[in-house]
């Protein structure tokens, strides 16, 4: 009989670990400054699960138990010595940036960064390009740093980013410049600095949102621009500074008109409306803030309609307008309820009691001064229609708060009106909020 041939398999390959393998592998080909790198990179993981402990298995996993990520990177990392040996540098450049590429899709950004950050310290090297690949390394790097938390270390790379950019007409393949991109990315970094600092100095996170602004005007971008000066207004209503506030709430404004964003027309008109009340100006506040309720109700923005209608409540509140704070008020109450929202709901109904409470205030009050038969009969009625709806009726009075009899006025021969009122409020519509009764 013949002999099966067996193919020639080298023992060691199943006695040894996957990384011992690749390990020698590589030696075995010369490459020994990738060996030394993977090496490294496997240490390095590995002592970082050691220091974590139990919470080890949160991180990610040890590149050494997958075959397939060990072998990439190592044939990825190969080709980039056998470039640099050649004195290739942009293909080690190209190299690199693609084990960075593929660690980050993987998820591996510890391994990313790692690569993006040799990235940089080839593309130092290469000659020819302008410092094209330095610059697009600075970016990677600064991205990775924004990911990461470290926006102020982010903002220095991504600022060299934009200084070489902002010399040369460099494009993606896809045609958008990059000095556009360069100057959204430091928007978005001075923003979330800002941010960051807002608590500690009020004047630098101007600082920085001022820096965010001039980034989006260069970089064209003017729907950013607005709401970078919609952010600024924002600041200088914390310092106390409202007359500036409206300028950039104004600017904020034009240019969500240009874009037609009604959202956030009505973002802006709410600032203003704000920013004036800051100041003293409350004719032009509730100005405002009805202009916000009118862009709001015809965009059909139901959620912003109901803050509108709240916040010019609470303005005709305060300035005594009880008539026009019971309005809005109410139409407050009817659009939670339509959005099923329970909290704003509760908000909605207490707010409209307490306006109720106040419209009433002046007729309660003229019909105790009034020493007449008509009004203190007028007191007794209503009262005990209040009592009547307290002890257990107003739960199925429901509806709309005000459905019950305290919307009526008891005031002098308006008695029987008290009455006809009683009569309405306890054939109310059903509602999950409870009637005026349990909110007066």
Same mark, same amino acid.
Request: hydrophobic share 30%.
């Given at each position: 009989?013949?002999?099966?041939?067996?193919?020639?398999?080298?023992?060691?390959? %199943?006695?040894?670990? /996957?990384?011992?393998?690749?390990?020698?592998?590589?030696?075995?080909?010369? &490459?020994?400054?990738?060996?030394?790198?993977?090496?490294?990179?496997?240490?390095?993981?590995?002592?970082?699960?050691?220091?974590?402990?139990?919470?080890?298995?949160?991180?990610?996993?040890?590149?050494?138990?997958?075959?397939?990520?060990?072998?990439?990177?190592?044939?990825?990392? *190969?080709?980039?010595?056998?470039?640099?040996?050649v004195?290739?540098?942009?293909? /080690?450049?190209?190299?690199?940036?693609?084990? *960075?590429?593929?660690?980050?899709?993987?998820g591996?950004?510890?391994?990313?960064?790692? &690569?993006?950050?040799?990235?940089?310290?080839?593309?130092?090297?290469?000659?020819?390009?302008?410092?094209r690949?330095?610059?697009?390394?600075?970016?990677?790097?600064?991205?990775?740093?924004?990911?990461r938390?470290?926006?102020?270390?982010?903002?220095?790379?991504?600022?060299?980013?934009?200084?070489?950019?902002?010399?040369?007409?460099?494009?993606?393949?896809?045609?958008?410049?990059?000095?556009?991109?360069?100057?959204?990315h430091?928007?978005?970094?001075?923003?979330?600095?800002?941010?960051?600092?807002?608590?500690?100095?009020?004047?630098?996170?101007?600082?920085?949102?001022?820096?965010?602004l001039?980034?989006?005007?260069?970089g064209?971008?003017?729907?950013?621009? @607005?709401?970078?000066?919609?952010?600024? =207004?924002?600041?200088h209503?914390?310092? @106390?500074?409202?007359?500036?506030?409206?300028?950039?709430h104004?600017?904020?404004?034009e240019?969500?008109?240009?874009?037609?964003?009604?959202?956030?027309?009505?973002? *802006?008109?709410?600032?203003?409306?704000?920013?004036?009340? !800051?100041?003293?100006?409350?004719?032009?506040?509730?100005?405002f803030?009805?202009?916000?309720?009118?862009?709001?109700?015809? *965009?059909?923005?139901? #959620? #912003?309609?109901?803050?509108?209608?709240?916040?010019?409540?609470?303005?005709?509140?305060?300035? =005594?307008?009880?008539?026009?704070?019971?309005?809005?008020?109410?139409?407050?109450?009817?659009?939670?309820?339509?959005?099923?929202?329970?909290?704003?709901?509760?908000?909605?109904?207490?707010?409209?009691?307490?306006?109720?409470?106040?419209? &009433?205030?002046?007729?309660?009050?003229?019909?105790?001064?009034?020493?007449?038969?008509? #009004?203190?009969?007028?007191?007794?009625d209503?009262?005990?229609s209040?009592a009547? %709806?307290? @002890?257990g009726?107003?739960?199925?009075? =429901?509806?709309?708060?005000?459905? !019950?009899?305290?919307?009526?006025?008891?005031? @002098?021969?308006?008695?029987?009106?008290?009455?006809? =009122?009683d009569?309405?409020?306890?054939?109310?519509?059903? #509602?999950q909020?409870g009637?005026?009764?349990?909110?007066?």
């Amino acid at each position: 009989r013949e002999k099966t041939a067996l193919n020639e398999v080298d023992p060691a390959s %199943y006695r040894h670990s /996957v990384l011992h393998t690749t390990c020698t592998a590589l030696l075995e080909r010369g &490459f020994h400054h990738s060996f030394a790198e993977l090496f490294t990179l496997v240490e390095h993981q590995r002592a970082e699960h050691r220091g974590a402990g139990p919470a080890a298995v949160l991180l990610e996993p040890l590149i050494e138990r997958d075959p397939t990520k060990l072998d990439r990177l190592s044939q990825q990392m *190969a080709a980039a010595e056998e470039a640099e040996r050649v004195g290739d540098v942009e293909a /080690v450049y190209m190299a690199q940036k693609g084990l *960075a590429q593929l660690c980050e899709q993987s998820g591996d950004t510890w391994l990313s960064d790692h &690569f993006y950050h040799r990235c940089l310290e080839t593309s130092l090297q290469v000659r020819g390009d302008h410092r094209r690949k330095e610059g697009e390394a600075h970016c990677h790097v600064g991205l990775a740093l924004e990911n990461r938390g470290d926006l102020h270390q982010a903002a220095s790379h991504l600022e060299t980013f934009y200084q070489l950019t902002r010399k040369h007409k460099w494009h993606t393949a896809s045609g958008e410049s990059l000095h556009e991109i360069a100057c959204e990315h430091l928007r978005r970094i001075y923003t979330g600095i800002a941010g960051e600092v807002h608590s500690e100095s009020a004047t630098s996170a101007i600082s920085y949102l001022k820096k965010a602004l001039e980034a989006a005007k260069e970089g064209g971008d003017s729907y950013q621009e @607005g709401l970078a000066c919609h952010r600024l =207004g924002n600041a200088h209503e914390g310092i @106390g500074d409202p007359d500036t506030a409206i300028q950039y709430h104004k600017s904020y404004l034009e240019r969500c008109r240009y874009h037609g964003d009604d959202a956030g027309v009505g973002s *802006a008109y709410e600032a203003l409306a704000r920013a004036h009340e !800051s100041k003293g100006d409350i004719e032009n506040a509730v100005k405002f803030l009805e202009m916000f309720v009118n862009v709001t109700e015809k *965009a059909g923005l139901k #959620s #912003s309609l109901a803050k509108a209608c709240s916040a010019t409540g609470s303005m005709c509140n305060a300035l =005594g307008d009880y008539g026009k704070a019971v309005e809005y008020f109410g139409r407050c109450y009817e659009i939670c309820l339509e959005l099923d929202d329970t909290e704003a709901l509760h908000s909605a109904r207490v707010q409209y009691g307490i306006a109720k409470g106040h419209q &009433f205030m002046d007729s309660v009050s003229d019909s105790i001064n009034d020493p007449s038969s008509d #009004s203190l009969q007028a007191l007794v009625d209503w009262k005990d229609s209040r009592a009547v %709806y307290g @002890g257990g009726e107003a739960e199925d009075s =429901g509806g709309k708060p005000g459905s !019950s009899t305290s919307v009526q006025q008891p005031q @002098g021969s308006d008695a029987n009106a008290v009455e006809s =009122g009683d009569e309405k409020g306890s054939e109310g519509e059903k #509602s999950q909020s409870g009637s005026q009764s349990d909110v007066i």
